[in-house]
């Protein structure tokens, strides 16, 4: 099927999944992903023709809750963890728009 | 005061209920052993001596109303991938190595509530991504029974931590074996209930479709206690159930009367270690003894639940780890005197907060997802899982449960598979296909290798029939002593 792995998609991938890989990573992840993925090729040998690729789930039953406002996490604790929070309530990040 | 070290859940309820022995003391017990044996073992993450005491004291203070609830001053271990208010939840990982969650999961809230003792976090593989414990931004945990070895992954902490006796419970996750699998290296019981029975609030999530919470324990009595603690319906899950709660209260003990027992032998004939085999065949001798009636199965589509869970479990992370970006908690990548945008300090924050195996699934499941890719990888791999899901639910109709071992080998050294992912992934052939189901299955300890290495024996349920599960694995526990073996570790401490 698909054809191999090469290290461009690799770095393509890297890039949508917002990762900025080390030459070395790169080139250690396109040998074990190849190696991965050539595994998983005996998926295709399976016939799978007369199914559809959405996961039913017939033994689970959904529930959802009822539409009620109800208390959440303050401010305070919902930037708890941030790595920069600004002291007047906001999560700092580098500049989006030019200057 | 008990006696011993091997405190089941029951002994330890009632000695404090009763006012043998107080919760403080108890609590104090284990973390005095924990100080001691696990410098050696590293299977805690975070220790919390100060809470946990001040918990245990609160429990003594109230003995009176506490008494009756059913973890009335029982020391617990908690997953470092479960959510813990104001105490570090790390995952394992850099990117949360100093993260302390505002909230409890739900499962933490149901288990103080029941008078549960928080002992310490323990700890996993990074995100929970792992079959042995190596990849933790901690280090790696040891194998009590061999410390050259691996406990398993990725709750190795929990199951060490159990079988060394440093805590009589554990709580955990699995995702792909993650319970099951440890708790068979460390010759300990394991349980993952149905998907949909434990709510996953607050639990970080790995791959949403298979992630389910459960406990690890010395016995298939206390994993039937905390399960009973630990499940219902969470208005904040919900893929959690409304299903009715197991009868806890004619349990045990166990039998396997009319039983029958599947077993697909066609499946086991090659690529097990001979000593499980071993193992495997006089477990299954054992329950036909007892009455079980053991049955022929036949399970063709299990050579593809390994490449089937490593492309639904990647593809899933990759969407779920991209919270993880420098923004709303967790590490950021230092900035300092680089103009950079949003864009790099993401890129960046990501590959140094993550490690290589947390990356490489990214990746993997990046690409399985992509334009192009989606229907060879992703989409095929959710078709085979759903023949895997008809051929369980097909043999289900026929047996009462199903019997496997629970790992094709005992557990390896340290640095054996660390460098070859695939190898790591192909040890996961008898545990996946319970997460791609939703089934729920239990690992027993079944035996000892000639190297005092524990195997491990799995049963896989009916949804949400775990109270076969208990009856079958109880029968089998009663029937062997391996419940009553001891890793070495002991003589040293």
């Known amino acids: 099927m698909s054809k191999k792995l090469t290290r461009s998609d690799v770095e393509r991938i890297a890039s949508l999944a917002n990762l900025q890989l080390t030459k070395n990573e790169v080139s250690l992840f396109t040998e074990q992903l190849i190696q991965i993925l050539q595994y998983a090729e005996k998926l295709q040998t399976v016939d799978t023709s007369s199914l559809s690729s959405s996961n039913s789930k017939k033994n689970i039953t959904s529930e959802l809750r009822p539409d009620k406002p109800n208390l959440s996490l303050d401010r305070k604790e919902a930037l708890s963890g941030a790595p920069d929070a600004s002291s007047d309530g906001f999560f700092r990040v580098p500049k989006v728009i030019d200057r | ?493």
């Open chain 2, 1 to 493: 005061m008990i006696s011993g070290i091997d405190w089941s859940i029951s002994q330890i309820r009632n000695a404090i209920g009763r006012g043998d022995v107080l919760a403080r003391d108890v609590c104090e017990t284990y973390l005095n052993r924990i100080q001691t044996v696990d410098k050696e073992l590293n299977s805690f993450t975070t220790i919390l001596r100060d809470q946990a005491l001040t918990q245990a004291e609160e429990i003594d203070r109230n003995q009176d109303s506490w008494k009756t609830y059913p973890l009335c001053g029982v020391p617990i271990t908690v997953k470092d991938v479960i959510c813990t208010k104001d105490s570090t939840t790390s995952a394992g990982s850099r990117m949360l190595a100093d993260y302390c969650p505002p909230y409890d999961a739900t499962v933490i809230k149901l288990l103080r509530e029941s008078g549960a003792v928080i002992l310490g976090k323990t700890n996993c593989d990074e995100f929970a991504m792992g079959s042995s414990t190596e990849y933790s931004y901690h280090g790696p945990t040891q194998n009590p029974w061999k410390t050259t070895h691996i406990p398993g992954g990725s709750s190795g902490g929990a199951a060490a931590a159990v079988a060394a006796r440093l805590a009589p419970v554990s709580i955990a996750s699995d995702t792909g074996g993650s319970i099951r699998q440890p708790a068979a290296f460390c010759g300990v019981v394991g349980l993952k209930p149905t998907y949909g029975r434990v709510s996953r609030y607050g639990l970080l999530a790995f791959a949403s479709s298979l992630d389910q919470i459960g406990p690890i324990t010395l016995s298939v009595e206390d994993a039937a206690i905390v399960f009973q603690v630990i499940s219902g319906f969470d208005p904040n899950d919900s893929t959690s159930s409304n299903q009715s709660p197991i009868d806890g209260s004619n349990l045990f003990p166990g039998h396997v009367d009319k039983m029958r027992i599947g077993v697909p032998w066609s499946v086991l004939e090659k690529g097990i270690n001979p000593e499980v085999t071993e193992a495997f065949n006089k477990a299954i001798e054992i329950l036909s003894e007892q009455g079980a009636t053991i049955v022929d199965i036949e399970l063709p589509y299990t050579e593809h639940a390994v490449p089937v869970y490593y492309l639904i479990a990647t593809a899933e992370a990759s969407s779920n780890l991209a919270r993880y970006d420098g923004v709303r908690f967790g590490y950021r990548a230092d900035l300092k005197g680089i103009d950079v945008n949003l864009e790099t300090m993401y890129s960046r924050t990501r590959n140094h907060g993550f490690g290589d195996e947390v990356k490489r699934r990214i990746m993997l499941g990046t690409y399985a997802l992509s334009a192009g890719y989606y229907d060879d990888y992703y989409a095929k791999a959710q078709k085979v899982r759903q023949l895997i899901r008809h051929e369980y639910n097909r043999v289900l109709s026929d047996v009462d449960t199903i019997a496997m071992p629970t790992t094709p080998t005992p557990a390896f050294q340290i640095g054996e598979h660390v460098d070859d992912p695939l190898s790591m992934y192909l040890g996961d052939i008898f545990t996946v296909s319970a997460n791609l189901t939703g089934l729920p299955a239990i690992s027993l300890p079944a035996g000892l290798t000639k190297e005092h290495l524990p195997i491990g024996f799995q049963l896989i349920g009916r949804p949400f029939d775990e109270t076969t599960l208990f009856r079958v694995a109880h029968t089998f526990e009663m029937n062997t002593d391996w419940k009553s073996k001891r890793p070495p570790i002991f003589s040293e401490a």
